[in-house]
């Protein structure tokens, strides 16, 4: 692992330019899901990245520090507020990535998210992981995605962050019931009830399983939420993992309710 993630992970701190530590529990992704994420970016053996939301600089880190190093290695990094003043990231993610060496592989847009991935899909980038945690409200998630979904290839992987966020949770819902895209794992959010680990075991069993417990297509839906729990908290959680199954063939009158 590299060294300037395994010290972010020991002490759940940053330095800022300044060389004063801030706490990143509350802003940053934890281990559980930074783990989730190189499970995932391994399993796909992914070279290529993109990532909406920079921040301190932690996932990018665990994105980094797992991607398959070739000559085709890249790391599409967007954040249109890193370096602003008075916003609280003082491009210390930038600090971070370039820290741990992995600057060499990234490019990092300051800029909002659609105009930088519409450029990615001019230049004809392929990705095969994309990490979706930039603005949380509905349009801006579900416009992250349909512009990720046209440079991501088949059987690539995305994440979403904070999917126990309403707005998130509905984007994922309307994918799930409206695209080629199949649920493979999440991890429960950090404000769901203590024992919610063991549902979510249980509900990491059904994932794989769907076919004989919940079917997919509807596994947002209130309707299906089982052992008297929201399906927010037992489905949705703090981070969700799709994969691409195709690429979008629907016909102009495809339309299913989410």
């Known amino acids: 692992m590299n060294p300037v993630l395994k010290q972010i992970i020991a002490t759940r701190e ?81 600090m971070n990535l370039k820290k741990a060496g992995f600057m060499d592989f990234t490019r990092f847009f300051e800029e909002p998210s659609h105009l930088a991935i519409t450029q990615l899909e001019r230049e004809k980038v392929e990705v095969d992981f994309v990490f979706i945690d930039g603005e949380h409200t509905f349009d801006h998630v579900l416009v992250d995605f349909f512009l990720s979904d046209k440079i991501l290839r088949d059987g690539g992987i995305i994440v979403f962050d904070d999917t126990d966020w309403p707005s998130i949770r509905r984007a994922c819902s309307f994918i799930i019931r409206n695209r080629d895209y199949k649920v493979l794992d999440f991890l429960p959010s950090y404000h769901t009830k203590k024992g919610l680990s063991m549902k979510h075991k249980l509900y990491q069993n059904i994932v794989y399983v769907q076919e004989t417990l919940v079917p997919e297509n509807t596994y947002f839906l209130p309707k299906d939420a089982q052992h008297g729990g929201k399906i927010d908290q037992m489905t949705a959680g703090g981070m969700l993992v799709m994969q ?10 495809y339309y299913n309710e989410f």
């Open 14 to 94: 940053v330095e800022d330019k300044n060389g004063n530590l801030i706490n990143i529990d509350k802003t940053s992704i934890s281990y559980q899901e930074g783990d989730l994420i190189q499970k995932y970016i391994r399993h796909i053996k992914a070279e290529r990245s993109l990532e909406v939301g920079l921040a301190y600089g932690t996932s990018s880190l665990y994105i980094c520090d797992a991607l398959e190093k070739t000559e085709r290695t890249a790391h599409y990094v967007i954040d249109p507020y890193q370096n602003n003043e008075g916003v609280v990231w003082e491009s210390i993610g930038i």
């Open 244 to 253: 691409k199954i195709k690429s979008d063939t629907r016909a102009a009158s």
